[in-house]
C-alpha cells in the first residue's frame, strides 16, 4: 500500500512539474507582449513574482520526488538483493556455473540495473508523455508552428529506439566480458599458490589482457554509438529551433503570431526536445548495460534450487528408520557416467565406510546421500520421505555432511565453530575443542576463540581447518552424519582421537564415511566398495574385507623334491 501511494505521488509531483514548466514561456509571451511595448513596470515586478513562487514550488517538488524514489529504490533494493542472495545459495551445487567468480559478477549486476531505476535521467522518460501536451500549447500559441517539433519528435524517438538496437549487442558483449574478467581474477587470487608455484602467471595474464581487449573494444563501440546518438539528437533539436524561427518569422510578419508567442514557442520546444540531448543518450547506454544484467539475473533464476519455493515442504524430525537410495543415477554435465546404485539401505544406526579408487564416485555418491546433488533417476529417502521435499532447515539438521575440505568464513574462529549451532556457548565450544585436540590451537594463540579467521581458513594449516569442522561436529546432534574423508589432513595420532571422539560421541547415530585408509574401516560395521559409480561389495566389514584381500596364485607346476624340472619334462 505504501509502495502505491509512493507511485502516485511521484506521478503527481511530475504532473505538477511539467506544468509549471509551461510558466517559463507564458511569462516571457507577457513581458515581449505586454510589459516591453508598454513599459509595464508593475506588471513585469508582479509577473516576476509569480514567476518566482513556480521555480521555488518546482525546486520543492523536484527535491521532494527525487527523495521519494531514492527511499523508495532504496527499499526495493535491499529487498531485491535479499532475493538474489538468497536464491543464489539455493541453487544445487550441480547445477551451479563452474565459475564461481562470474557467477558472482552477474550478481553484482543489481548495482547497474539500481544506478539506472535510481537515476536522474530515469525521470525524463516520465517527462516524455507531456511533449504532447506542449505541443497542444504551442498549437494554442503559434498555430503552425507545432509542425515543426512535431515532426522532430518522432525523429528523434525513433532514433533513441535505433541507437539503442545498435548499442544492445556491445553492451551485452562487454558485460559477458566483463563478468570473465571477474571471474578470472577471482580464480587467480584462489589459485594463487598453485600459480607462483608453477610458473602460471604468463598464463593468466595472457587470458586477463585477451579479455581486457575484448572488453575494451566493446566499450569503445558503445561510446562511439553514444556519441553519434548525442550530436544526432543535438542536431534535431537545432534544426527544430531553427525551422521554428523560419516559420514562425512568417507568421509574425503575417499577423498571426507575436513576438513574444514565437520566444515562447522556442522555449517550450527545448520543453519537448531539451530532454532527448540532455539525457537520452546517457540513459541508452545505462540500460543497455543494465538489461545485459537482467539477462543474466535471469540466468540465476533459472537454476535449479534445492527446495522450489512454489511447494510445500515437509517438516521432519529425527530419522527413525533410515536413509534408502532406490534407482539412482547421477553425473556431472558432459559426463557419460556418474552414481548408479539400483538400491541401498543404511539402517538407524549403523556405521558404515565406502571405500574405492580415485575418482570412483565415492564423494560423489556421498554428496547424493546428504542432498547436495539431486539424482536424475530415482530418489533419496529419510523415513519414506523424497529429502528433495523435506524443510531445509530440519534436513540440515538431521543430516549432517563434512567436506574433504572444510573452507572457514571470514570472521572468528568461534564465529565459525557456532555457524548454524543454537544457543552456542564458550564453555560448549571448549569443551569440544578439548575432545578432537583443536584446543592446542586455541592454547598456541592468545586470542583464543577470538583468534581471527581469513576468508577460506588462510593461515590455518589443512589439518587446523580439519579440527575445526570436526570439532563443530560434535557441537550437532543430527540423525545421519556423512564424512568425506574426514582426517585425510591429520596425523595418525591426532586422527585415532578424533575419530574416537566423533564415533564415539555418534554411537547411537547413522554414519557414513568415505575413506581411503584401510586401518579406518575398524570403525564401522559395514562397508561399501564403489567401482566406476557403481557398488560392487557391500556387506560386513571383516567379509569385504576377506574378499579384497590379495589370494595367493596357484602353483601351475610343483617341483618334486630330488627331482629336477627336466626330470619333469622328460
Known sequence: MGRRRMIVDATAATVVINV????????????????????????????????AFALLVDFLIRNTRAFLIDEEASSIDAEVSEYFFA????????????????????????????????????????????????????????????????????????????????????????????NRKNGLLVEALG???????????????????????????????????????????????????????????????????????????TIINGRINGPLVAALPNLIVQWSYARSSLQALDSILRLPSDHPHDRQMLRMGPVQAGMRLANVQFAYPGARSGVDIPGLFINRGEKVGIIGSVGSGKSTLLKVMAGLYAPAVGQVTLDGVEISQVAEDDLRRQLIYLPQSFDLLSGSLRDNLALGIANPNDERLLAAAQRTGLSELLRQHPMGLDLPISEGGFGLSGGQRA????????????????????????????????????????????????????????????????????????????????????????AANREVPGQSPQQDKE
Open 20 to 51: 509549471l514548466a509551461l510558466i517559463t514561456s507564458i511569462y516571457s509571451m507577457q513581458v515581449y507582449d505586454r510589459v516591453i511595448p508598454r513599459a509595464g513596470f508593475d506588471t513585469l515586478w508582479v509577473l516576476t513574482a509569480g514567476m
Open 87 to 178: 536464491r543464489m545459495q539455493s541453487v544445487r551445487l550441480d547445477a551451479r556455473p563452474p565459475g564461481v567468480g562470474t557467477m558472482a559478477a552477474q550478481l553484482r549486476g543489481l548495482e547497474q540495473v539500481r544506478a539506472v531505476m535510481a537515476s536522474a535521467s530515469l525521470f525524463i522518460l516520465a517527462d516524455l508523455p507531456f511533449a504532447l501536451l506542449f505541443m497542444v500549447v504551442m498549437y494554442g500559441i503559434g498555430g503552425s508552428v507545432v509542425i515543426i517539433p512535431a515532426l522532430t519528435f518522432p525523429l528523434a524517438i525513433g532514433a533513441a529506439m535505433l541507437f539503442s538496437r545498435m548499442i544492445r549487442e556491445d553492451a551485452h558483449k562487454s558485460q559477458v566480458s566483463g
Open 191 to 265: 589459485a594463487a599458490e598453485t600459480i607462483k608455484a608453477n610458473l602460471g602467471g604468463w598464463h593468466m595474464l595472457a587470458g586477463w589482457n585477451r579479455l581486457v581487449d575484448t572488453v575494451h573494444r566493446h566499450d569503445n563501440q558503445v561510446r562511439r554509438w553514444s556519441t553519434l546518438s548525442g550530436s544526432t539528437f543535438n542536431v534535431l533539436q537545432q534544426v527544430a529551433y531553427v525551422g521554428i524561427i523560419v516559420l514562425g518569422v512568417y507568421e509574425v510578419a503575417d499577423h498571426r503570431l507575436t513576438m513574444g508567442g514565437l520566444i515562447a514557442c
Open 467 to 554: 579440527l575445526v569442522g570436526l570439532t563443530r561436529l560434535l557441537l550437532t546432534d543430527p540423525s545421519i552424519l556423512l564424512l568425506d574423508e574426514p582426517t585425510a589432513n591429520l596425523d595418525p595420532e591426532t586422527e585415532l582421537r578424533a575419530l574416537q571422539q566423533i564415533f564415539g560421541h555418534f554411537a547411537g547415530k547413522t554414519v557414513v564415511m568415505v575413506t581411503h585408509k584401510p586401518q579406518l574401516l575398524s570403525f564401522v560395521d559395514r562397508v561399501l566398495v564403489v567401482i566406476d559409480g557403481r557398488l560392487a561389495l557391500d556387506g560386513k566389514t571383516a567379509d569385504v574385507l576377506n574378499q579384497l584381500r590379495p589370494k595367493p596364485a596357484p
